[in-house]
């Protein structure tokens, strides 16, 4: 509101100021005006005086004031003795304007102003022969008055429009121009009262900061929206993901607590042990996703040769290749070194080669192969299993996401997480394609002089 007062009294002030500025410009045109007429015709008159004397004066006054011309005039003309040889007198002349006169024909100045009412004066202008003749031509200011008058009315009225227009377009102003404000401000409170990240400031497509302001805010909210909710997704799937094997924990150990068969006892702590396991392997990624992704993973850098690497990891899975009836091989140049952590980069490909296998049917086939280009190592496991749909895929890489697909399958939904935060620790990139029901092909990209 108060911006809305600002702007009416910055608007009336602006008016007021040119207003006055015009109404001066008018009173002085006016005055100037008048003063020339009076002056055209002192000279006329004077130059009258000049060539015919006081009788070619009286004739041609006698001639201006029958044709009218004189009419509201003050015209007085005195011979050397001061006695009047020629009067004509305007409306509301009175005696003590003769005095007046009589004055000011003998001051100085050629030009004097009697007041007469408090708004007008009559201005005289005289002319003095040398023979002590004097001729005196006036008008009164009233008609000028009367015109000045009529325009302060009329900028009176002009500045009551003005003022209501002034405060109607202030308050317009303030109202429409405080609306990307308003529009802030409800999205903060919705998002204060409601604790949720949904609401969004209304858009516009106008390029006012203000505006942009709010597009950016949107973003940001969208951002933190994405945030909170993939935070409160994992840790919902966290919680979910660790309490089934703590009840199975619990289970297997009260089991073997009220069993007298110290068989069973030893069989049940040995599958409470499995379960603590999988509970710690799942810490255990979920930590060393975060070191990764952070940058506080300790990398053991050295020359790694990708053949052997490979060669490990392919190891580590071989027999329940073998089990599925799945062929398992590989094709990678010797030569090919990198600098890595060579733990991790294992880890990397036992992950990516036990995903293929594990996503495979019986009779399938898993090929690692590995090519070099400028700079860097592409090293991709292509598997002929179930495939990734196209929605599933941008996903995989998110922490504890499984596909529908792959629900009948055990996974905690990290193993590609892990797999893509240490590739990027060592400045490299994952990429995925895939054709649901034929196969997939994961690559992984890494820096041949890795950090
Ligand atoms: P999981 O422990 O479930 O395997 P990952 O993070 O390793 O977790 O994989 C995430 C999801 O990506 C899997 O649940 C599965 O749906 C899909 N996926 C991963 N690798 C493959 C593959 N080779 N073939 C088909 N789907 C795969």
Redesign the pocket.
Known sequence: MRLAIWYAALFILSAGALTLFVYGLLARALEARDHQALETLLSRYAAQFQRAGLPGLRRVLEVDAAEGRNERLLIRVTDGTTAVVYSAEPPGWSDSDTLALERSRNGDSRWVRIPKTPDAVLEVGTVLFDNGVSLQVGRTSRARAEVLEYFRARAFEFGLVVAMIAIAGGVLINYAGLAPVRSLEATVRSIVETGRFDARVAATASRDPLDTLGGQINVMLSRIETLVNGMRGALDNVAHDLRTPLTRFRNVAEQALVSDDPAAMRDGLGRALEEADRVNATLNALIDISEAETGTMRLASEPVNLTTVVDEAMALHADEAEEKGIVLESSVPSSVVLTGDRTRLRQVLA?LIE??V???NTGGRVTVTAEGAAGEVRVSVR?T????SET?APH?WDRL???D??RS?R???????LVKAIVEAHGGRVELT?IPGKG?T?TVVLPTAAQ
């Open positions: 992950n995903n293929a594990k996503y495979t598997d299993g179930i495939g990734i599933d995989v996401y499984r596909a697909a792959s399958v996974g905690l939904g990290l193993g590609l997480s895939s997939s994961f």
